[in-house]
């Protein structure tokens, strides 16, 4: 029996379906006594061609009020690039579900999906046009650019079409939901005013992890995209005592200077130092010695006692004074390393934290509100004032004169050679650690305090771990493994983005800052009743025009200039693919929770994530009962295959060679 018809029959089993599939005219395969799959592969896809629309039709819509319902939901690819080989791997293992449902007799419905906003888009674009900042895309006008934008999504529309085709992967494509649709931002701005209205977003200066490449802080689940390992410079400083430490402990000679030992791997950090944090009941050492003095002379130093060995192993060259606990170190002062913010109130002064530990570094912990979340935290606690001598591009600003202008990790050899030659720098060495990096643009990321939009996701913990006990996963591990630990320490969501590409945060503000009175528009409805104007499109070039008066003070309600990260778009296709609750109630009363969904391991923190929270807070409920997680492509030396490394493999390539089938077998094996 030719292929073609073996592979039929086999689909369709019941009698009478082969009848309907008989009557069909098949243009059959000559049996060859060597089995040329470029043939055969060739005249199965003619045939699926040519009436993949009535056997859709037929087996699938015709039936489907009566069928058992199996509902999927397709996670959606970004087609403003050509497809992958791994791409092919989640496609295999979505197809080969909903399809053996379908052969149980399930109605299986198989929409597409395409995953549209985001920076990918809006970087391409930028370079196309030549526009390097923001000003410039001002300039050009921001309703062109998005236009432009809306075309170049789908410059690769085919290229994925034609993959998903010749492979096999039975899906509609001709009906998909697509996130930049009107219909579909708007069920967004209705989840997003339900959060609003609930108390769920909030602006904050926090810090937050910070990408100078996309000019955009990132989001926690987009940070752990991105971990490399990488061998930096760490420093470990010695900040100079004032008096106040020998009054408090007369022992100490005057004449010998007292350092206190402080170790970062952020040199940059250091001009922004403002105070060095203890914890209480650890317990402190001081000694004397003249290690590593240049000029050998003999001084105090203060450590934590469990470091001693590794700071100073030399017994025969330390002299142990005194054992303190860090409570008496507290509000004791010290020089400052630089005399950028020595006037600055509070600072320059010991305080107490329970975060500081001793199992790396001094035990004296360099703080800097600016750049670390414990930091900002005991720092706005202690009331030291706040400063931040970075801008948007992660370069220094004039506070910080003698670097003005540059990038700061650059910064970080200048700054070491700054301080070892005004003999403040006590050791440096090379660590090798994990590093987050941009996902998207490969520079450093750095924490970094801003004002953005949060979503308060801590606050759901336990309903997404209760919600997570629900869900099957494959294999099982990731339940309580890597999914489990990452929604039990959920983060609070970094909304806003700083950029033109996305969903627009549909939230307006009032002008008065003393009034600063807040809205969510949850549709174009009520963005028409607010303003007059009804909408044909919910991009920042149509809304961001559309104001209205306050209704507190009577100035002017403006929309806040962010868009949303795009992983709020995709994981809002629960509900959004069917313009929910705008439309088709019903329908998704029905599908959800999804019975199904399938991506690869790299989703555990991106889609997976997102679905499950947005259900979580807007439903109370779980988005998929089942999810087969597939692993990632690597490459002959187990490097992930990935674009930027140059290894990856395209589907066409590999079809060629090796034919569908086999690559599907080996994908499903
Ligand atoms: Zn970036
Ligand atoms: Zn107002």
Redesign the pocket.
């Known amino acids: 029996m030719p292929a073609l018809v073996f592979r039929l029959t086999n689909e369709f089993k019941d009698r009478n379906k082969y009848k309907q599939i008989k009557k069909i005219k098949v243009n059959e395969a000559k049996m060859d006594k060597k089995y040329d799959f470029n043939k055969i592969e060739k005249e199965t896809l003619g045939f699926w061609r040519k009436n993949k629309k009535q056997i859709y039709d037929s087996f699938q819509e015709n039936n489907k009020d009566k069928k058992p319902l199996f509902s999927w939901l397709e996670g959606p690819p970004t087609a403003n690039a050509p497809p992958g080989l791994h791409h092919v791997e989640a496609r295999v293992s979505k197809d080969l579900v909903c399809r053996y449902n379908f052969m149980r007799g399930f109605a299986v419905p198989r929409k597409g999906g395409w995953d549209c906003h985001g920076?990918p888009v809006e970087i391409q674009v930028q370079k196309k046009l030549k526009l390097k900042t923001k000003k410039d895309i001002y300039k050009f006008g921001v309703e062109k650019f998005i236009n432009i934008c809306k075309k170049d999504v789908f410059s690769f529309v085919k290229e994925w079409s034609d993959m998903t085709e010749r492979m096999g992967f039975w899906v509609d494509l001709d009906n998909p939901y697509i996130t930049m649709e009107k219909n579909y931002m708007e069920s967004e701005w209705w989840a997003l005013k339900q959060l609003f209205d609930k108390g769920l977003i909030y602006k904050d200066y926090k810090v937050v992890p910070y990408?100078?490449?996309?000019e955009?802080p990132?989001s926690s689940h987009e940070v752990a995209l991105g971990y490399q390992d990488i061998i930096e410079d760490t420093v470990t400083i010695r900040f100079e005592a004032k008096e106040d430490i020998y009054k408090k402990f007369p022992e100490l000679e005057k004449g010998k200077k007292l350092y206190y030992l402080v170790w970062t791997t952020t040199p940059w950090t250091l001009p922004s130092n403002l105070a060095i944090a203890v914890k209480d009941d650890i317990n402190y050492i001081i000694i004397e010695t003249d290690f590593s003095d240049k000029k050998k002379e003999k001084a105090y130093y203060i450590i934590a006692k469990d470091l001693l060995e590794r700071y100073f192993p030399d017994k025969n060259n330390r002299k142990i004074i005194k054992t303190i606990k860090g409570k008496e170190l507290e509000n004791l002062g010290y020089k400052p390393l630089f005399n950028y913010f020595k006037d600055k109130a509070n600072s320059f002064r010991f305080i107490l934290a329970d975060f500081v530990t001793t199992e790396e570094g001094t035990g004296l912990v360099h703080q800097a509100p600016a750049f670390g979340e414990d930091d900002f935290n005991i720092c706005r606690e202690k009331e030291i004032d706040f400063v931040n001598p970075v801008d948007l591009e992660g370069k220094f600003t004039k506070e910080v004169i003698d670097y003005n202008g540059r990038f700061v990790k650059d910064c970080d050899e200048d700054i070491i050679k700054r301080l070892d030659k005004e003999e403040k720098l006590f050791v440096t060495y090379k660590v090798k650690h994990t590093y987050p990096f941009?996902?998207?643009?490969g520079?450093p990321?750095i924490y970094y305090a801003m004002n953005a939009w949060f979503i308060s996701v801590s606050k759901f913990r336990d309903k997404l771990v209760k919600n997570n006990n629900k869900i099957n996963w494959y294999p099982e591990s990731f339940k309580q493994g890597r999914f489990g630990n990452w929604i039990s320490e959920a983060k609070d969501w970094a909304l806003s983005r700083n950029k033109f590409w996305g969903t627009p945060l549909n939230i307006w503000v009032c002008n008065n800052e003393k009034c600063n009175h807040m809205e969510a528009i949850g549709s174009i409805k009520e963005l028409k009743e607010k303003t007059g104007v009804e909408v044909n499109d919910l991009h920042i070039g149509s809304v961001d025009p559309l104001t209205y008066k306050c209704p507190k003070c009577g100035k002017i309600m403006k929309r806040t200039p962010e868009v949303i990260d795009c992983w709020f778009d995709s994981g809002a296709a629960q509900f959004a693919q069917f313009h929910y609750p705008f439309e088709n109630k019903d329908l998704f009363k029905k599908r959800f929770p999804y019975d199904f969904i399938s991506e690869s391991i790299d989703q555990t923190r991106g889609w997976f994530y997102t679905l499950h929270v947005l259900s979580t807070l807007l439903f109370d409920d779980l988005s998929y009962r089942n999810v087969p997680v597939t692993g990632l492509l690597c490459d002959e030396n187990g490097e992930k295959m990935s674009k930027s490394k140059g290894n990856m493999l395209y589907p066409n390539d590999v079809f060629d060679k090796k034919g569908v089938d086999s690559v599907r077998l080996l994908m499903c094996s």
Not at 211 to 214: E, K, N, Y
Not at 438 to 441: A, G, H, S
Request: glycine content about 8%; some cysteine.
């Open positions: 920076l990408s100078v490449g996309c955009s990132l941009c996902w998207r643009t520079c990321l």
